[in-house]
Structures are given as C-alpha cells and as structure tokens.
C-alpha cells in the first residue's frame, strides 16, 4: 500500500536551541506558526486529493516537537485523532531533539497513535556536536532511542554529513553507531550554509568550509549504502528543494542540489559497474525499467562515462533493484556492498 504524509511544518517552534545551521523557516519554505485550525484545514485539504486506499500520516515536521508545551502538543495530536479513529489517517510521525525525549512523553504520544519519533541525532561525535551547539552527550542519544524502541513506535534517525568539525571519518563512525540504534529509517542531509545562520558567519569569515557536491556525494554514498545494507529504510537523501530554499541568496553554501539522491545512487551503481569493468571487457546490462535512471544517471553520465562498452536492455520481468551484467544477476545488497 502506498504511503503519503500530511506534512504540517511548526517551524522553529518548540525548540530552545540555535543550531549553527538552523533557520528553519528557510528550510520549511514556512513562515509562521501552525493553529489548531490551520491543522485541521491541512488534513481536510490533503484528505480530498489523497488515494482512499493508501496509507496516510500526519507529519509534524519543522520543529522540537515534544519541546513545546504538554498541553499544545496534547491538543495537536487531539485534532488529529477523529481522523484516525475514522480510519482516514493511519498514524502520526514527528521529529524531535534526543534530549527532549522521556517516557512520559513517549507515553502520551502513544496514546494519539504516533507511529514514528524522528530524532535530529545530525552526529555522534562529541566535538561536533559541540562545535554545532547541540550540547548534549552521545548518551543522551542511546537512551532516547531506547525509549523510544521500548514503546513499540517506530525510530527514525537524522544525521547531517559535513557539519563543522566533522570529517569523512567521523560522518562514518556516526552512521555506524546509527546502525546499531536499528532505527526503522532515517534521513541524510549534506549541510547547507543557509543565510541568517550562526553557520552563514561562520562560513562569510572562512571559519567553515562547506563540501562540494562531489565531495558531499562521495561521502552520502557511503552512508546511504550503509544503511540500506542493514534494512534501514533512507526515506530522504538531501534537503527538499522548497521554493525558499530555491530562492537566490537562502543557500549560500554547501551541496544543494534538487536531485541529490539521484546523484548518490548513479554513483554507486558507477562504482559498482567499474568494479566489474576490472574482469571484463564489457557491460551487457538488463534492468527493470523502474532501476534505467540510477543506472545510467543524471543526464546518462554513467552511459557516457562507459560509452561503447555500456549496453542497456530493459526487462520487465525482472524485480525492482536487481541488475543482470553480462549474464550474471546481481541483488540489491550486491550493488551496495562495494561501498561499505
């Protein structure tokens, strides 16, 4: 069954902090905060185009959900729940920061049928959480998923590559800790340096260096693989390109790129395909129609990359995310296991 969110964007709302590279109204393309009755017009809006038989959720996305007020979030999920007791909306997702995690919040979020609590982990390494303004230790991480695990609602994990005082080494080993949280899935983000930001100073005084594309590329396809490898559903690879965020002077910095997660999947499959290249003077590819994009990439780039040696057949009989080269079939977990 198809799933859909309803996305309801808090903005900056509920959270006390100031990330060096937050400026969530830049990043949400959303100006102002979200009432009871905007929510509700938000559902009724979604409900009307959305397919009957599919699976839907509200998304609070945008803020420090569990940081605003018991009695506001209470009355949030409240609006909400008619639909799901209806059948018309099938659960509630939300992000959140791990220190604004306990089990009297995981509790009353239950209750209002929550299916998943994404955490804003963005590192585990304590230097660039400190370098991020974050200020919190790695533990209160572990114990925020435990909780969260422990409550039978699904864990989502967001980690950000190239903050300040991160490396391609660090952005790793973070990934690798996430693997063992088992998160159900999770997002990457390269960092943007968004105007309006303690990141923005630090990026106009030459205090950060942002990653190129290539660079952010080289370093997602590692993570992304990583987590596919192990089951860990990557829901996003990239910022959404909001109009805002499109809009010239938001971005001042860093790897946007409206198909990011394209980009990262042609790489991979480059990498994969080079990697056969080594014992064979040829590349005789069958793929499912739904896989021709990844394989060939953005503007056929792997295509002309390979030129005469690369032919493509497309095969409908063959599953989703399989690839036959020169013969030989490959699974999913072939493809990925040569980045990681």
């Known amino acids: 069954m198809k799933h859909y969110n309803i996305p309801v964007f808090i903005s900056h709302f509920g959270c006390p902090n100031d990330c060096v590279f937050c400026n969530q109204k830049k990043i949400n393309g959303c100006e102002t905060d979200v009432t009871l009755e905007d929510l509700k017009e938000i559902i009724e809006e979604y409900l009307k185009t959305l397919p009957k038989k599919s699976k839907k959720e509200v998304a609070f996305f945008g803020g420090t959900f569990t940081g605003i007020s018991i009695e506001l979030q209470e009355a949030y999920l409240k609006v909400v729940k008619p639909y799901i007791d209806k059948g018309d909306i099938q659960g509630i997702r939300l992000s959140t920061r791990p220190d604004y995690i306990d089990e ?45 695990k422990k409550s039978g609602i699904d864990l989502g994990i967001q980690v950000m590559i190239g903050l300040p005082g991160s490396t391609e080494k660090s952005d790793i080993e973070t990934a690798e800790k996430v693997v063992n949280l088992h998160p159900e899935n999770a997002r990457i983000y390269p960092t943007l340096v968004i105007k309006e930001t303690k990141l923005a100073d630090m990026y106009k005084d030459r205090k950060y260096k942002a990653l190129t594309i290539e660079e952010a590329v080289e370093r997602t396809k590692k993570i992304y693989s990583l987590f596919l490898y192990n089951n860990i559903n990557v829901i996003r690879v990239g910022l959404q390109p909001t109009d805002d965020l499109r809009e010239d002077g938001n971005v001042l910095g860093g790897p946007f790129h409206p198909a990011f997660r394209e980009l990262v999947e042609g790489e991979i499959y480059f990498d994969f395909l080079s990697e056969i290249l080594k014992t064979s003077e040829k590349l005789d590819i069958e793929v499912n129609e739904k896989d021709v994009s990844k394989v060939i990439g953005i503007k056929k780039v792997n295509k002309n990359r390979f030129g005469q040696l690369f032919n493509l057949k497309i095969d409908s009989r063959m599953e989703q995310n399989t690839i036959k080269v020169n013969g030989r079939l490959f699974s999913r977990k072939d493809i990925l296991k040569g980045e990681i």
């Open 104 to 148: 009297n919040i995981v509790n009353l979020l239950k209750k209002y049928n929550v299916t998943t609590i994404e955490l804003g982990v963005q590192s585990l390494d304590p230097l660039v959480l400190k370098k991020t303004a974050r200020y919190y230790p790695e533990d209160v991480v572990y114990r925020a998923c435990e909780i969260i």
